[in-house]
């Protein structure tokens, strides 16, 4: 048997780059792991919709495919917890997970310089600094595409029905964290058909193909029985495929500048070079294997809009062929610079409440949900009354912070709005007012309450902070049929 494959450096030339590439992964887990454990946000709408989900363990969700609500539930159980440490801590392991995995694939394409670049410029990504604090879909789906990259490199070395098999695994798994996982597909059919040693035979990609539409099989059948909501929800993200395309030069533009953020103001410079760098067909598949999602979301941002994180499934290829075109001084900065995303994070984070002025503090964004809640849940028990909210934040936080209390019988039941037409999140779609509900309701709102013409005194004053400071959230005591003559 030959040393290496066709097309992968030679065996000795791939060692080395794993022990330093690992005490930087370790030494950025351990700071990131204790900035967690000081941390002074509150969990975002979003990472609580995610722990919800958990609590409710289905093959789909409103608006994502449901590993994240799965690994969530499986941490918070075994933890016996669902404080925010452990609701956050599998990111900073998922992202390191990543770095390691992209380490491998560069040490086999280009040597172990190029695996502890690649590691390296992963690691300490802005977005790796994030991911690492708050758990996102992004981060989950991450190391899952990461692995599908290294084994359909390994099939087109192997042509390996294997190979292929896990591929397609991993990409489902990855698609089961998020759908911007099908990237993969579009940039796999480019790299086999501008790079021959890419093509990994027929048997490689009927098991890959096999195998990603056995792991996504319950996700689909979901999503067929339940009106294509995920489909749904991806369309009103869209936006001008509803409302028509517009022509948004600015929107593009602040898309594309983002991404300088996203991924490190040198390493996607580097990136963008790395485009213009395809003599070698190893770099050429690399470019095909990470342009798509950045090509398309840059078109969507021209169209309507885009938010900086959807086209991060570019930059886990993109990591390996900036590890092979980044020149050593260039890799150097690029870690300095990005180390300075690393370290920021973990001090705004101990240190949110006390950045900033008192009445705008800079991480304003992430305080005070936990304690409106809080606030909400008290006057709820002390009224002995359900509470009726139509801000999806404040429903999501009542639900994750009253996890003691919320649905239990001595408890507080809360609700969304009813369901007019199409439901707007999972919230409406499962916890929907009652059509018979009858009696008294804490209804939460910013708006003035009205009933039968009549204004409705506050119940109360909650004195939101953070991000309700100034936003006039208010609890009314009002019976249900005022909420009925408002529909």
């Not at 003599?279 to 078109?299: D, E, F, N, W, Y």
């Not at 984070?349 to 409106?372: N, Q, T």
């Amino acid at each position: 048997m030959p040393n290496a494959a066709p097309n992968s450096k030679p065996l000795s030339e791939t060692r080395g780059w794993f022990a330093p590439a690992l005490a930087l992964v370790a030494a950025l887990v351990a700071l990131r792991l204790l900035a967690l454990a000081f941390d002074h946000t509150d969990i975002f709408v979003d990472e609580a919709q995610y722990w919800f989900w958990g609590q409710n363990l289905d093959f789909g969700y409103y608006s994502k495919p449901p590993l994240i609500g799965w690994l969530l539930r499986a941490v918070t159980d075994l933890a016996g917890s669902s404080d925010p440490f452990w609701l956050r801590l599998p990111g900073t392991f998922l992202h390191a997970a990543t770095a390691l995995i992209l380490g491998a694939l560069a040490a086999r394409i280009g040597g172990a310089r190029a695996g502890f670049a690649a590691a390296a410029v992963y690691i300490t990504a802005p977005m790796a600094a994030l991911g690492s604090w708050q758990i996102s879909t992004d981060t989950v789906m991450a190391p899952f595409f990461a692995a599908a990259l290294l084994y359909f490199w390994r099939a087109g070395e192997s042509r390996s029905a294997t190979h292929g098999a896990l591929a397609g695994l991993f990409i489902g798994c990855a698609f089961m964290a998020k759908y911007a996982a099908i990237y993969f597909w579009g940039g796999a059919l480019l790299a086999m058909l501008f790079v021959p040693a890419r093509r990994i035979g027929w048997p490689a990609f009927a098991a890959m193909v096999g195998l990603f539409a056995l792991v996504i099989a319950p996700n689909v059948v979901w999503n067929l029985t339940h009106k294509l909501t995920t489909v749904q929800h991806t369309l009103d993200n869209v936006g001008w495929v509803r409302a028509g395309a517009g022509a948004n030069l600015a929107s593009m533009a602040e898309f594309f500048g983002s991404q300088f953020a996203v991924f490190g103001p040198v390493s996607f410079a580097a990136l963008l070079w790395g485009y213009t760098r395809l003599g070698a067909p190893q770099k050429r598949a690399l470019m095909a294997l990470s342009i798509l999602p950045l090509m398309a979301v840059t078109a969507q941002a021209y169209l309507g809009k885009a938010q900086a994180n959807w086209a991060v499934a570019a930059y886990f290829a993109g990591a390996v062929l900036v590890a092979l075109v980044l020149p050593r001084r260039g890799l150097w900065l690029a870690l300095g610079l990005n180390m300075i995303a690393c370290l920021a994070v973990p001090v705004l984070i101990v240190a949110a409440p006390w950045l900033g002025p008192d009445e705008a503090p800079w991480m304003k964004r992430y305080l005070g949900r936990a304690e409106l809640s809080t606030r909400i849940l008290a006057l709820a028990q002390a009224e002995g009354v359900s509470v009726y909210a139509q801000n999806r934040d404040i429903l999501a936080d009542l639900f994750l912070t009253g996890r003691e209390v919320v649905g239990q019988p001595e408890g507080v039941t809360v609700y969304a709005p009813r369901v007019v037409g199409r439901a707007h999140n999972y919230y409406e779609q499962n916890y929907a007012l009652p059509p018979e509900y009858r009696g008294k309701l804490l209804v939460i709102r910013a708006a003035p309450m009205v009933c039968a013409g009549v204004p409705v005194p506050p119940a109360g004053v909650l004195n939101g902070s953070g991000h309700w400071a100034g936003k006039q959230i208010t609890p009314y005591l009002v019976d249900a049929e005022c909420l009925d003559a408002e529909t």
